[in-house]
């Protein structure tokens, strides 16, 4: 199993505003270092504002990174999209929130459609049409479509376009920001079961973000938790829901609403869930969760912990956790599938 | 959609039929007029500029005295009132008013077209650039600029040009060019820095588009509309202004007859001869007026058609 990604150190800060001591930084990412694998489905769960969409867009090129490397099938991406190699905007692709706000309202879905054959020459020109027909069938839609715009169709239509648009240049990775967050309940396992059919045909890596941690479950292989900008849990799904050891983690997954009685066996004891994530701009001393953890003590007012292995591929940045592993250099677990 | 399902030529024989051309036109337009007739004022101001562009396309063959248009002197028929012989009255030349109006919608038209010509695409391209590079010195250079121009009352800048150079209807356009560009960067400049950042641009840049694309094809369509609705008004203003020019002698000279030069004649002889500056007067407003109507007609059918 290769690595796709490698991410080591990732910092991005925003400057939000300035004081005597110089530029009041916002920090959404605040060192992150990660691995991901080819074709599985990394998930970044966590709470508004603790940095998830700003790694996405990281990666994607939106922002420059304020330090760190990443590294993209061996080739540095640490920069913005601009000053990338054109094969680099092939290979990477993003699937939006909002797909209303993602599409172009006054392009047709062929124009849409269209653009990244071009730019990429997937095809020759004279059988972009044909391609168009292809990607729209991947995403079960009536080839007819691409002479409509997409004001014209439902929520659930217009995601598939985005993620057919998303394919059309032939991406090896993609990152899906919160892809079902706009949508219907109805049409949101729709979404899912075709991305992850999308998957297995085309060998494609996903880096899968959301607040929706049902979904998470349903979709990753290996899900890490975010919280101010830092990653505090990163284990596989299976052992992420069933073994959850960080506090966060535990107070995340025992708020989860549950239908069934049996689905709220499996969660989590009652963790009760104190305050609110406090603004990145003033980040708490020591570990950033003291201030919401229920089982804080004096030590974590001062020191930051240290991301530790616990057990093979499940990492948790808690001073509960002492080592049993070397905690030097990262050995990333094999996903649970493929 | 429906009717575009009825008449379709195959294109791809294995898959689906393509709605031609022309029935995806027609089908807009029918859904375009439907929202634009919806207002009857805005249907009565189409109404009345089409007679304003018409007569004054066919001035020569509606007028019923055409060579008055231009130095023509009948002291017989001097100041005569409004007759079935003339319909709005004479003027001290003895010309008949009603024709003279009908040739100065000629140069007022002509004078809107081009200076609106010119101005848009000045204005919208720098507003759409400005927009694009907000928060760099290019849009600093080129909004600050605007501020310039917007500072100072229009119609004294328009005054100030025109009175420097030789006063005729080429140089009245000039100055009113001038002037008029940056209404149209500051509105662009507004809409392109605010689509500048829309998932949609974000999406076509991280694939790769180039610059020219997400200008022309991504931001700018989504900004014209107001652009549309703003022209539509601004051919009535052009107008006012122009008439003001030429009411204060820098527009148009005579014996081409202009709206704001008759005016202007004519207030002399009120209120004796009344029909002299009333009728060019009331032509300046409804001419106005109809192109107000149409402007807020065609603002109500490109904001609904953007959602």
């Known amino acids: 199993m290769t690595d796709i990604l490698q991410i080591r150190k990732l910092k991005k800060y925003f400057v939000v505003g300035k004081n005597a001591d110089g530029p009041i930084y916002l920090r959404a990412v605040d060192g992150v270092s990660v691995d991901i694998h080819e074709v599985e489905t990394f998930g970044i769960v966590g709470e508004s504002g603790s940095g998830k969409s700003t790694i996405a867009y990281t990666v994607m090129g939106m922002y420059k990174p304020t330090a760190g490397e990443m590294i993209f099938k061996g080739q540095n991406i640490a920069m913005e999209v601009s000053r990338r190699a054109h094969h680099l905007k092939k290979e990477l692709q993003i699937v939006f929130q909002d797909p209303g706000s993602s599409l172009n309202p006054l392009r047709s879905i062929r124009q849409l459609l269209e653009l990244p ?173 003291h201030l919401r953890c229920p089982e804080s003590d004096s030590r974590c007012v001062k020191e930051d912990p240290e991301m530790v292995e616990v057990r093979l591929g499940h990492w948790v940045r808690c001073h509960q956790f002492p080592s049993t592993y070397s905690a030097g250099e990262q050995t990333m677990p094999r996903p649970n599938k493929f | ?205 991280l694939t790769g588009a180039s610059k020219a694309h997400i200008l022309f094809r991504e931001i700018l369509p989504n900004c014209l509309s107001p652009v549309f609705t703003k022209m539509a008004l601004d051919v009535g203003w052009v107008i006012l202004i122009s008439a003001s020019l030429s009411f204060v002698g820098l527009g148009e000279q005579p014996p081409t007859p202009a709206l704001g030069q008759m005016v202007s004649d004519g207030a002399r002889y009120m209120p004796d001869l009344w029909w002299y500056a009333v009728f060019p007067g009331l032509a300046i407003v409804i001419v106005i007026l109809g192109f107000n109507l149409m402007g807020d007609g065609l603002r109500d059918m490109l904001e609904q058609r953007m959602g």
């Open chain 1, 117 to 289: 054959l071009r730019l990429h020459n997937v095809v020759p020109p004279n059988q972009i049409e044909e391609k168009i027909v292809e990607l729209l069938e991947k995403v079960e839609l009536p080839p007819d479509y691409m002479y409509k715009s997409t004001p014209s169709i439902g929520g659930g239509e217009k995601q598939m376009v985005a993620i057919a648009r998303a394919l059309a240049a032939g991406p090896s990775f993609i990152v899906l920001d919160e892809p079902t967050s706009a949508l219907d309940v109805s049409v949101q396992a729709k979404i899912i079961n075709k991305l992850l059919d999308l998957q297995q045909e085309l060998s494609l890596t996903y880096m899968f973000i959301t607040h929706d941690l049902s979904l998470m479950r349903n979709m990753a292989n290996r899900v890490a938790i975010m919280y101010l900008g830092r990653i505090c849990e990163l284990a596989t799904a299976k052992e992420f829901f069933e073994q959850p050891l960080h506090p966060y983690t535990r107070m995340l997954l025992s708020s989860i609403p549950t239908v069934s009685v049996e689905e709220d066996r499996m969660k989590p004891k009652k963790v009760i869930s104190i305050g609110e994530i406090p603004s990145p701009v003033n980040i708490p001393s020591g570990c950033s969760f």
């Open chain 2, 1 to 205: 959609m429906t009717a575009s399902s009825q008449t379709q030529a195959p294109i791809l024989p294995h898959h689906f039929h393509k709605p031609s051309v022309i029935v995806r036109f027609r089908e807009n337009l029918r859904k375009s007029w439907f929202k634009y007739s919806r207002n009857k004022l805005s249907v009565i101001g189409l109404v009345v500029v089409l007679l304003v562009v018409l007569t004054a396309i066919f001035a020569p063959l509606v007028s019923p005295y055409p060579q008055h248009a231009s130095a023509f002197v009948d002291f017989e028929n001097a100041g005569q009132p409004p007759s079935l012989r003339n319909l709005l009255g004479t003027d001290v030349f003895g010309r008949d008013i009603l024709s003279r109006i009908f040739f100065a919608f000629r140069g007022a038209l002509l004078m809107s077209i081009v200076v609106l010509a010119i101005a848009v695409p000045i204005g919208v391209l720098l507003g759409l650039i400005a927009g694009y590079y907000k928060n760099t010195w290019i849009d600093t250079l080129i909004m600050r600029t605007t501020d310039v121009f917007l500072a100072i009352p229009p119609i004294i800048l328009a005054l100030a040009i025109a009175s420097v150079l030789t006063p005729n209807l080429m140089n009245s356009m000039i100055a009113v060019t001038v002037m008029w560009w940056p209404w149209y960067t500051r509105l662009v400049y507004g809409m392109a820095s605010s689509c500048r950042n829309e998932y949609f641009v974000i999406a076509a840049e």
